[in-house]
């Protein structure tokens, strides 16, 4: 379920591992054309690279705003508060890397099962099982 050629679509992002060592959990990722940003998160432990070849990907990387083209490449450090969307209105595809592997290819298996599933508590579960991959970022509270 978790090696090359597993193939999830959130109908927003597809993602399709190429690549699962415990070194490197690599992904051929598409985002369709005005996809949401995911909620702002971390991963502790892990750097992650994104080489993009169609289209174009908003990062925001600790408050900081980018765009990567075609072409380009952009890599968050472990720790750093980021989240990637496609601004625009074609697909856009990037290489997705994440190193150490870690649990990286089980989380997104089971965060798309929890999310496939409609329960909350799942989702909720699954993003605390997997605390050491993926945390998600505090929010402030509005007065």
Same mark, same amino acid.
């Given at each position: 379920m978790t090696g090359s050629h597993t193939v999830l679509d959130s109908g927003t992002v597809r993602l399709e591992f190429t690549t699962t060592?415990?070194?490197l959990h690599e992904m051929r990722a598409t985002y369709a054309p005005w996809s949401?940003?995911?909620?702002?998160h971390l991963h502790p432990a892990q750097t992650e690279?994104?080489? &993009?070849?169609? %289209? #174009?990907?908003?990062?925001?990387v600790d408050?900081?705003?980018?765009? &990567?083209?075609? %072409? #380009?490449?952009i890599e968050v450090p472990p720790g750093a508060v980021h989240q990637v969307c496609n601004p625009g209105d074609v697909p856009a595809v990037a290489t997705w890397q994440t190193r150490p592997a870690l649990r990286s290819a089980e989380f997104h298996c089971a965060i798309a099962a929890a999310r496939e599933s409609g329960d909350l508590a799942q989702l909720l579960g699954v993003v605390e099982e997997y605390s050491d991959v993926?945390?998600?970022?505090p929010q402030p509270v509005d007065p």
């Amino acid at each position: 379920m978790t090696g090359s050629h597993t193939v999830l679509d959130s109908g927003t992002v597809r993602l399709e591992f190429t690549t699962t060592t415990p070194e490197l959990h690599e992904m051929r990722a598409t985002y369709a054309p005005w996809s949401p940003l995911p909620p702002a998160h971390l991963h502790p432990a892990q750097t992650e690279r994104f080489a &993009v070849h169609e %289209g #174009e990907l908003l990062f925001l990387v600790d408050g900081v705003e980018s765009t &990567v083209g075609a %072409g #380009e490449v952009i890599e968050v450090p472990p720790g750093a508060v980021h989240q990637v969307c496609n601004p625009g209105d074609v697909p856009a595809v990037a290489t997705w890397q994440t190193r150490p592997a870690l649990r990286s290819a089980e989380f997104h298996c089971a965060i798309a099962a929890a999310r496939e599933s409609g329960d909350l508590a799942q989702l909720l579960g699954v993003v605390e099982e997997y605390s050491d991959v993926f945390v998600l970022a505090p929010q402030p509270v509005d007065p």
